[in-house]
């Protein structure tokens, strides 16, 4: 299963964009790149997933460039309730899923 | 998006009891579970992978008779912790995905053990 890079923490304030790029270098062909949502003591929950160009939906956007080695997810008006810990995945749709470190993220007012 | 629910939520035992913990899609057939552990402050561990009706895949340095898991159904997988110890306190976190929910794993809320 590919290995996934991520910032370990990021700072923002509410109201602002956030962009947070994973690099997954050693992608496979089949694989899907998906990221969760994880606040303390609750099960992760799913942002959004996407396999090539841009995916977008309710709460989120993804962005994948052509050689798929990376991908950046961007929140749009981060609130309070966004500080959470992100996780990027890549692996088979439905299938086995290696979680990396995740990205803190920590919105203030 | 598809609902997993666990039972308990959170639970005490003794040193040496037994836990099961269940798992169960409510809206839809999961073909397949996951079971993941979590320490605090640390990332999803994966401990194994079942599929209905099959045994269970386990990582490595997952002991399989130590946690015992089942999938007998389409619908529900039980993680058993046998002979638990205080070392094995964690937040257990199931995962389902199925046919028809093919995009990707959804996860139950978790479950906190706690081994006195």
């Known amino acids: 299963l590919a290995k996934t890079t991520q910032p370990i923490s990021m700072d923002s304030y509410e109201g602002q964009e956030v962009n947070i790029t994973c690099s997954h270098n050693?992608?496979?062909?089949?694989?899907?790149i998906t990221w969760y949502q994880q606040f303390p003591s609750q099960g992760p929950r799913f942002i959004i997933q996407g396999y090539k160009t841009k995916v977008t939906n309710e709460v989120a956007s993804l962005f994948i460039p052509a050689d798929r080695k990376s991908s950046t997810l961007s929140l749009p008006r981060v609130s309070l309730s966004d500080t959470a810990v992100y996780y990027c995945l890549v692996g088979p749709q439905g299938g086995k899923l290696i979680f990396g470190q995740g990205t803190e993220l920590s919105v203030k007012p | 998006g598809a609902v997993v629910s666990q039972h308990p939520s959170r639970v005490i035992c003794k040193s040496g009891t037994s836990v099961k913990i269940e798992c169960r899609s409510l809206?839809?057939?999961?073909?397949?579970m996951f079971w993941y552990r979590q320490f605090p402050k640390k990332s999803l561990m994966l401990m194994a992978t079942?599929?209905?009706?099959?045994?269970?895949?386990?990582e490595q340095g997952v002991e399989k008779d130590k946690f015992l898991i089942n999938h007998a159904s389409l619908t529900l997988s039980t993680l058993t912790v046998t002979s638990a110890h205080p070392e094995d306190s964690s937040f257990y976190i199931c995962s389902a995905s199925g046919p028809g929910i093919t995009d990707t794993q959804y996860f139950g809320p978790g479950t906190r053990l706690t081994v006195l």
């Open positions: 809206d839809f057939q999961a073909t397949t």
């Open positions: 079942s599929n209905e009706g099959s045994k269970a895949t386990y």
């Open positions: 050693n992608i496979a062909t089949n694989d899907y």
